[in-house]
């Protein structure tokens, strides 16, 4: 006799499924950051201790394609968990900033090349195949926007369901793409690319701090209690999780700060890179409290506002 189907809805087990994603999307990216500080040459495969200086450093290594293909997965997953409530619309906001931390590279300097890869000058650079890439990167980010953005737009007209988060969020997005466009090709402010974001200076940093920066508010969100109609509530123990992840998260952020502005005075020790590795571990505990306090919402969230 065949096994009784489970009796949750396609709804939600796409959501669970979605919120779980978001932790092995992590783990695979810390798996492939890990595997490349052991393996110091794949062909031939040769071992050691070559420990990364930032997560982001993966970009000028073998670990490149995982290290993008996560950050590209987070952005499309984080959008299909839209939503109706203040948190999704920032989780929204995560989605369009997420691939711009994988487009845009962060810097070398020559006393942090990675590989055999060098920086032509003292200050912080990327080399020069690397902004060709960032470049065409950008060019495909904010076509891709602006093509979401009308298409959404048309989607919400036609089912006559309007959602003010989702037009923010659309707005958030095209002035994102329009600065890094501007930021990559207009003559006037191109020079420096990618180094020329006032007053941040780098853009991949600053993108990335602005992603934790804005996804550390998620939790503190939800510590509150539930958001949308029908959602499970968390319990006691779940908020005081969610209150330590925030609270975590916004002290590593200025921890990744300061390592940053005073890199030189670290010397070898890898801050941003332990910082990094912690930020992504308190966004997939996040995502696997909310994965079973949420595991039988019989209302998942959905991008189109309800009908009165």
């Excluded at 809805?9 to 990216?29: D, E, M, N």
């Excluded at 020069?128 to 495909?140: L, M, R």
């Excluded at 550390?216 to 209150?243: D, W």
């Amino acid at each position: 006799m065949a096994a009784a189907d489970s009796p949750a809805t396609t709804p939600q087990k796409t959501h669970r499924y979605l919120r779980l994603s978001l932790v092995l999307i992590v783990f695979a990216l810390l798996v492939s950051v890990a595997l490349q500080s052991f393996v110091v040459m794949w062909e031939p495969m040769m071992f050691g201790w070559n420990p990364l200086h930032s997560i982001s450093h993966a970009i000028y290594t073998p670990a490149r394609d995982v290290f993008a293909g996560a950050l590209i997965a987070t952005s499309v997953v984080l959008l299909a968990l839209s939503g109706r409530s203040r948190a999704t619309t920032l989780l929204d906001v995560c989605a369009v900033l997420a691939p711009l931390i994988a487009i845009v590279p962060t810097g070398l300097a020559d006393t942090r090349a990675v590989g055999h890869i060098p920086c032509p000058i003292a200050t912080e650079c990327i080399p020069a195949g690397y902004v060709g890439s960032a470049k065409a990167g950008i060019a495909v980010y904010a076509v891709v926007v602006v093509a979401v953005v009308i298409t959404m737009a048309v989607i919400r007209r036609r089912t006559r369901t309007p959602n003010r988060a989702a037009v923010l969020v659309s707005l958030f997005a095209l002035v994102t793409a329009a600065v890094v466009t501007a930021l990559a090709f207009a003559p006037a402010l191109n020079e420096y690319f990618p180094f020329n974001f006032w007053p941040v200076n780098s853009i991949h940093f600053a993108v990335t701090l602005l992603f934790f920066g804005v996804f550390a508010a998620v939790p503190i969100l939800y510590a509150g209690g539930p958001l949308e109609p029908g959602e499970t509530p968390p319990t006691p123990r779940q908020r005081s999780v969610y209150r330590w992840i925030a609270g975590l998260l916004i002290a590593d952020l200025v921890l990744l700060v300061v390592a940053v502005l005073f890199r030189q005075t670290f010397g070898e020790t890898p801050v941003v890179l332990i910082g990094e590795a912690v930020a992504l571990i308190l966004f997939a505990a996040f995502w696997w409290v909310q994965t079973f306090q949420r595991w039988n919402d019989p209302n998942p969230p959905s991008i189109a506002a309800p009908r009165p």
